[in-house]
T-cell receptor, first 122, second 113 residues
Framework: GAVVSQHPSWVICKSGTSVKIECRSL??????MFWYRQFPKQSLMLMATSNEGSKATYEQGVEKDKFLINHASLTLSTLTVTSAHPEDSSFYIC??????????????????FGEGSRLTVL | QKEVEQDPGPLSVPEGAIVSLNCTYSNSAFQYFMWYRQYSRKGPELLMYTYSSGNKEDGRFTAQVDKSSKYISLFIRDSQPSDSATYLC?????????????FGPGTSLSVIP
């Protein structure tokens, strides 16, 4: 399957600082990437949809000024947690849709995920 | 009522057993159904992808979709300790990148040697 790389895999930061997480599609171009948050023993919560060359679409309740998303190229999306607080500590995961050969667009659901980034804010 | 319901487990079975994992959903518009496997502290990995009702088999894994009952299942035959993970069902209504994929909370599975 397609490979999505996420970096860093874990990060510890002080309260008030900003943290940037990168998500790269290594062997395909992803016009759309997704950012999720996952709490222990809970499901993936979609935070935002990242579209290359345009503004991200945020889910209800997600602060766009706190979770800055940039999708500057077809292989890279970044999530920046600004002024992080302990309650932002979580597992953040990105995913990208991989279009099948011959398909004009991406098939919903065939998402390939990064390894996740565990953020701990002290 | 949540859009996707899934028994969180934990489910513990002996090696070689047949495992049945299930999800129910409420949105009749869902037509794409997926199963993901997630190991601890890792991102989910796509296992099975099905469209509409019916069965799909891939090695030891079989996915079933019953849209009339809004019920999907994943069967694992000859379960192995390496199958120990959390299994997430997921589903979507549309066929474009912009359609939201809804995940179940996941079922934790342990296969005991």
């Amino acid at each position: 399957g397609a490979v999505v790389s996420q970096h860093p895999s874990w990060v510890i930061c002080k309260s008030g600082t900003s943290v940037k997480i990168e998500c790269r599609s290594l062997d395909f171009q992803a016009t759309t990437m997704f950012w999720y948050r996952q709490f222990p023993k809970q499901s993936l919560m979609l935070m935002a949809t990242s579209n290359e060359g345009s503004k991200a679409t945020y889910e209800q309740g997600v602060e766009k000024d706190k979770f800055l998303i940039n999708h500057a190229s077809l292989t890279l999306s970044t999530l920046t947690v600004t002024s992080a607080h302990p309650e932002d500590s979580s597992f953040y995961i990105c995913s990208a849709s991989h279009p099948k050969p011959g398909e004009t667009g991406s098939i919903t659901g065939e998402l390939f995920f990064g390894e996740g980034s565990r953020l701990t804010v002290l | 009522q949540k859009e996707v319901e899934q028994d969180p487990g934990p489910l513990s079975v002996p090696e070689g057993a047949i495992v049945s994992l299930n999800c129910t959903y409420s949105n009749s518009a869902f037509q794409y159904f997926m199963w993901y496997r997630q190991y601890s502290r890792k991102g989910p990995e796509l296992l099975m992808y099905t469209y509409s009702s019916g069965n799909k088999e891939d090695g030891r894994f079989t996915a079933q979709v019953d849209k009339s009952s809004k019920y999907i299942s994943l069967f694992i035959r000859d379960s192995q300790p390496s199958d120990s993970a959390t299994y997430l069902c997921a589903m979507s209504a549309g066929k474009t990148s912009y359609d939201k994929v809804i995940f179940g909370p996941g079922t934790s599975l342990s296969v005991i040697p």
